[in-house]
């Protein structure tokens, strides 16, 4: 018998982390019925991060009034826990996956739903407010989030500017008016990002994520050019080089904007999390890490939840496997994982997208007498 800590990530577009857990108990179960199974679903800061930080701190939810990315009217749940703190989920209220895949333009999607949300009245109760901002659709660098909290930018001619794309002829940002600083109540804000990737360049958002979110390669380089500018005219009036920051290319640049914009400090969302529910603790007390996600690939060892808990468990001398819905078997990730398997392994592509559950208690079960053979050699 083994203890066995099943701690996977969301498998994006398919699963929720806790559905993910509880398909990969029920394979496991059904090969090694004698193990102890511990199910923790984990977030970095992406889509779950607030529901999942909630049940760990006690948070009540609560509901507000928001327009996601594209301006639709929703009802989006916050959580405030007895400590004083707001969690707040952007993948609610300007995510990608709230947006049909006709409208993901980011070219014309902001982040002014999100900047809405933190100006609710809720967040006066608030002491402290911790914002998970993966799964974005935006790519504006946190543009929209400023405007609604007061800033304003101005072009060479003095108008204002109000699509983020027109960044490209910025010339002055104007802090808001005295009176009307957002969150005077708040003695820290938080900003918990899933990736370490800087604003700008071969490796910033605009690159590595904008195709993901819609851009097409010709607008790659407006979309950077404007992220440049606004970069630019914040180091020359602040004298902050925000954008070289490690995860200011979060989230479209969300990063970026809610550290200049909002006054908040970035960190990695999983550290977040981890510390929330102890995880050093329960990997000491386990023989063996189950964990995975949608895609596990480079990404998945430069700072996802995944990777950084595979390292955690290689510390606490406990052995890691990894399950996933595709796998880069030329990303490294056996420097941290004992043995890694994907759903593609067992079916189609299309089938496991389809059936992502069912498929992944398959895997799980195959893994588990996969285990048990190696432990017999």
């Known amino acids: 018998m083994r203890k066995i800590l099943i701690a996977p990530d969301k498998f994006k577009g398919t699963l929720s ?38 049940k760990a701190l006690d948070g009540t939810e609560t509901l507000i009034p928001i327009r996601d990315a594209s301006g639709r009217e929703k009802t989006v749940p916050i959580w405030l826990t007895p400590q004083g703190t707001v969690l707040i989920e952007s993948a609610n209220i300007i995510g990608l996956a709230l947006i049909p895949q006709p409208q993901r333009d ?23 407010c911790i914002i998970g901002i993966g799964g974005s659709a935006t790519n504006d660098g946190g543009f929209g989030v400023a405007r609604k909290l007061g800033w304003q930018f101005n072009n060479e001619t003095g108008q204002e500017i109000e699509q983020w794309p027109d960044l490209t002829s910025l010339k002055t940002i104007t802090e808001p008016r005295k009176g009307h600083l957002w969150a005077d109540n708040l003695d820290s804000v938080t900003v918990a990002v899933d990736v370490q ?20 390669e010709e607008d790659l380089p407006r ?6 500018r606004l970069a630019d005219v914040w180091k ?36 977040i999390f981890a510390k ?61 994982f004992e043995q890694c398997h994907a759903l593609t392994e067992i079916t189609s592509r299309s089938e496991a997208e389809q059936n992502a559950a069912q498929w992944l208690e398959k895997l799980s079960t195959e893994a588990a007498k996969n285990f048990n053979e190696t432990e017999q050699r």
């Open 223 to 228: 979309a950077e050019a404007a992220l440049a």
């Open 276 to 336: 929330a529910v102890d995880l050093s603790a329960k990997l000491e007390e386990v023989d063996v890490l189950i964990t995975g996600e949608g895609a596990m690939d480079c990404q998945s060892i430069m700072g996802k939840g995944v990777g950084e808990l595979a390292k955690m468990a290689q510390i606490n001398g406990c052995r890691s496997l990894g399950l996933a819905g595709y796998l880069d078997r030329h990303s490294g990730l056996e420097a941290h």
């Open 17 to 54: 982390a806790t559905e993910a857990a509880s398909a990969i108990a029920n394979g496991w179960r059904s090969a090694r019925p004698d193990d102890e199974l511990i199910q923790l679903p984990i977030s970095d800061g992406g889509e779950g991060f607030g529901s999942l930080m909630a």
């Open 197 to 216: 990737n800087p604003l700008l360049g071969p490796e910033g958002c605009t690159r590595v994520y904008g195709p993901q979110k819609g851009l097409e």
């Open 106 to 128: 980011p070219l014309t999607l902001d982040s002014a739903g999100l900047g809405a949300a933190l100006k609710s009245d809720t967040l006066t109760q608030c002491q402290h």
């Open 236 to 271: 020359s009036q602040t004298g902050e080089n925000a954008a070289t920051l490690a995860g200011a290319g979060a989230a479209g640049g969300l990063g970026f904007g809610l550290h200049c914009f909002a006054g908040a400090k970035i960190r990695s969302g999983f550290e």
